[in-house]
């Protein structure tokens, strides 16, 4: 068969574009009667490392989670690339696969090894890919049966096989086990993992999507102390290496360091954001203020 797979294409859909890599409009998060993020608009660049703060309760994990809609709005947008991924008609799938997202429970398949958990999904979506496509040259072949020579159309080209898949998948975990130092737990179960190892290995699982913008969820928060430097460090790597990301922390000495802007919110509200070295030496909001007064 002729023409090429382009894995990142496929399924691609026409939407109005969008100049910021994440933009929300009025974003409006309710459980219930609890008004939980009250119309937030933000914008976050490609290249911006944003790191939210705030106390507990103040919306920042639920903000994060609806950015990617694993938590729905309850009214406003959430645009990724141009894409509304609040509008029914979008696939929000496919636009995941750009969105890596890391939990604060590490969230690893136990029944599963380690290389397993990286290579599951590049090898679910290439697979499902593969099956689309000779899907389409199906159904052109059939339409081809019934065309004059002239209206003939072409037929894709599908440079991959289901073996090549696979073995794609896991030379690139292995590759990505390599640079955080763990390939040799390729084999090994995360229960017999420390807690920054499964984190870590958490990361590269979504790094083997190939992201355009990684999400932390307090990523840190679960981990013994001693292990916090190990995650932050890596987090770090991917920042200098120019990937954009969006990260709750708690780690305020990580937020001004990493940081390029900083987003401190209080009562479901961004209320005050700005460079690391704004908001840390010189906040604005008497409740910021407050709230550094007690974690610095």
Same mark, same amino acid.
């Given at each position: 068969m002729n023409g090429e797979i382009?894995?990142?294409?496929?399924?691609?859909?026409?939407?109005?574009?969008?100049?910021?890599?994440?933009?929300?409009?009025?974003?409006?998060?309710?459980?219930? $009667?609890?008004?939980?993020?009250?119309?937030?608009?933000? #914008?976050?660049?490609?290249?911006?490392?944003? &790191?939210?703060?705030? %106390? @507990?309760?103040?919306?920042?994990?639920?903000?994060?989670?609806?950015?990617?809609?694993?938590?729905?709005?309850t009214s406003g947008a959430v645009y990724f690339e141009g894409a509304n991924l609040c509008d029914l008609a979008v696939d929000i799938n496919f636009h995941r696969r750009r969105m890596g997202m890391v939990f604060q429970q590490f969230n690893l398949f136990n029944n599963m090894n380690v290389l397993k958990n990286i290579t599951l999904s590049p090898i679910h979506i290439g697979l499902?890919?593969?099956?689309?496509?000779?899907?389409?040259?199906?159904?052109?072949?059939?339409?081809?049966?019934?065309?004059?020579?002239?209206?003939?159309?072409?037929?894709?080209?599908?440079?991959?096989?289901?073996?090549?898949?696979?073995? $794609?998948?896991?030379?690139?975990?292995?590759?990505?086990? #390599?640079?955080?130092?763990?390939?040799?737990? &390729?084999?090994?179960? %995360? @229960?017999?993992?420390?807690?920054?190892?499964?984190?870590?290995?958490?990361?590269?699982?979504?790094?083997?999507?190939?992201?355009?913008?990684?999400l932390f969820d307090e990523p840190t928060s679960a981990l013994d102390p001693e292990m916090v430097g190990e995650v932050l460090e890596l987090i770090k790597e991917l920042a200098d290496e120019g990937m954009t990301m969006v990260i709750v922390t708690h780690e305020m000495g990580f937020a001004r360091e990493v940081a390029t802007r900083v987003l401190f919110m209080d009562g479901g509200k961004i209320v005050e954001q700005g460079p690391p070295e704004q908001i840390f030496g010189a906040p604005q909001n008497d409740r910021l203020k407050d709230f550094l007064s007690k974690v610095l």
């Amino acid at each position: 068969m002729n023409g090429e797979i382009n894995m990142q294409d496929t399924n691609v859909q026409a939407v109005p574009q969008h100049p910021a890599m994440i933009e929300v409009e009025h974003l409006t998060k309710k459980f219930g $009667d609890l008004l939980v993020l009250d119309d937030i608009s933000e #914008k976050i660049e490609q290249g911006e490392k944003v &790191a939210i703060i705030g %106390p @507990s309760g103040s919306g920042k994990s639920t903000f994060l989670r609806c950015l990617n809609v694993l938590e729905d709005p309850t009214s406003g947008a959430v645009y990724f690339e141009g894409a509304n991924l609040c509008d029914l008609a979008v696939d929000i799938n496919f636009h995941r696969r750009r969105m890596g997202m890391v939990f604060q429970q590490f969230n690893l398949f136990n029944n599963m090894n380690v290389l397993k958990n990286i290579t599951l999904s590049p090898i679910h979506i290439g697979l499902q890919d593969l099956r689309k496509a000779k899907r389409r040259n199906f159904r052109t072949t059939v339409a081809n049966f019934f065309r004059r020579k002239e209206k003939k159309r072409p037929l894709e080209t599908i440079a991959t096989t289901k073996k090549q898949i696979k073995e $794609d998948a896991k030379e690139n975990a292995m590759r990505l086990l #390599k640079r955080i130092g763990l390939a040799d737990k &390729a084999s090994a179960y %995360p @229960s017999t993992l420390s807690g920054g190892q499964r984190q870590r290995i958490a990361i590269v699982r979504a790094l083997a999507m190939n992201p355009k913008v990684m999400l932390f969820d307090e990523p840190t928060s679960a981990l013994d102390p001693e292990m916090v430097g190990e995650v932050l460090e890596l987090i770090k790597e991917l920042a200098d290496e120019g990937m954009t990301m969006v990260i709750v922390t708690h780690e305020m000495g990580f937020a001004r360091e990493v940081a390029t802007r900083v987003l401190f919110m209080d009562g479901g509200k961004i209320v005050e954001q700005g460079p690391p070295e704004q908001i840390f030496g010189a906040p604005q909001n008497d409740r910021l203020k407050d709230f550094l007064s007690k974690v610095l």
